[in-house]
């Protein structure tokens, strides 16, 4: 599985987002601020920040939190 986290600059919720996401594994910064990270989120739905999606390998999405970031023991359940 992998973890995908979608933030922006101006987020303010974010920052602590970015903490509770940094005590994870495989975990994959997006800046909806740059093109790349504006392509992904795109393809995931992601329409606010902080958003969190876990995907298989394959790209399928598991379950996706958008405008939020759950506790890291309800993202490791996930996991």
């Known amino acids: 599985m992998t973890v995908k986290f ?3 600059e101006d987020c303010p919720k974010c920052p602590s987002a970015k903490e509770v996401i940094s005590t994870l594994d495989d975990v994959e910064f997006y800046n ?3 093109p790349d990270g ?3 989120a795109a393809f995931y739905s992601i ?3 902080p958003s969190v999606v876990i ?3 394959d ?3 598991v379950v996706a939190f958008r405008g939020e970031v759950p506790p890291s023991e309800v993202l490791r359940k996930w996991l």
């Open 6 to 8: 979608f933030w922006k």
């Open 32 to 34: 909806l601020g740059e």
């Open 38 to 40: 504006l392509a992904e």
């Open 47 to 49: 329409m606010a920040t």
């Open 55 to 57: 995907s298989k390998p």
């Open 59 to 61: 790209g399928a999405e």
